[in-house]
């Protein structure tokens, strides 16, 4: 497991109030439709941060699929781009030992103190890596959003690792700068 997530996990009784098996046993009373609806449940009647919410909600699945599990699943048939994921998440995780690394079912979200940065495998040869660039201009590279909606404010597309370039860098510099 992610070190930081064990810190995570580690930490959530005195930052949160309540472990995380006690999160899990709140989150399985009650019905929600998406992933969303039980982080802004948490945030709002529990006053959990983002991240934490985030954390649990995603541990609180009824998938006993471990973090690695999920990534492998979504690139089975994909393998080919796990190396341009795996520079990414490189990079990500070299921004500050407050980086957490997040797999869901369909994507993997690097959270700070809030989401700052989503990537998922988009098709076979691309995956999508969603930032979150308020106020940033848009170009050729940097894309609107497209698919992720308001998760994220921009879009740049990836095919092959050497895209993760220093342009690239400086834009999910930016973003985990601004997830504060």
Not at 54 to 69: F, G, M, Q, R, Y
Not at 85 to 98: A, C, I, R
Request: glycine letters at 4%; one cysteine or more; proline letters at 4%.
């Amino acid at each position: 497991m992610d070190p930081v997530l064990q810190t995570m996990i580690a930490n959530m009784p005195e930052k949160t109030g309540k472990s995380l098996e006690e999160w899990k046993k709140l989150l399985h009373t009650k019905s929600f439709s998406k992933h969303s609806e039980a982080v802004a449940f948490l945030k709002k009647e529990h006053g959990v941060t983002h991240g934490f919410a985030n954390t649990i909600v995603a541990l609180s699945k009824d998938s006993n699929d471990s973090p690695e599990d999920l990534v492998k699943k979504q690139y089975a048939g994909k393998e080919n781009l796990l190396p341009v994921y795996e520079s990414v998440k490189k990079v990500v995780k070299s921004l500050g030992p407050d980086v957490l690394v997040t797999p869901k079912k369909t994507s993997v979200s690097f959270i700070r103190k809030k989401q700052f940065a989503l990537i998922t495998p988009a098709t076979k040869s691309r995956l999508d890596l969603g930032l979150k660039l308020a106020g940033k201009e848009l170009t050729a590279r940097l894309e609107n959003s497209g698919p992720f909606g308001t998760m994220c404010t921009h879009r740049v597309r990836l095919e092959s690792a050497d895209q993760v370039d220093d342009e690239l860098i400086s834009w999910l510099r930016e973003a985990y700068d601004k997830a504060t």
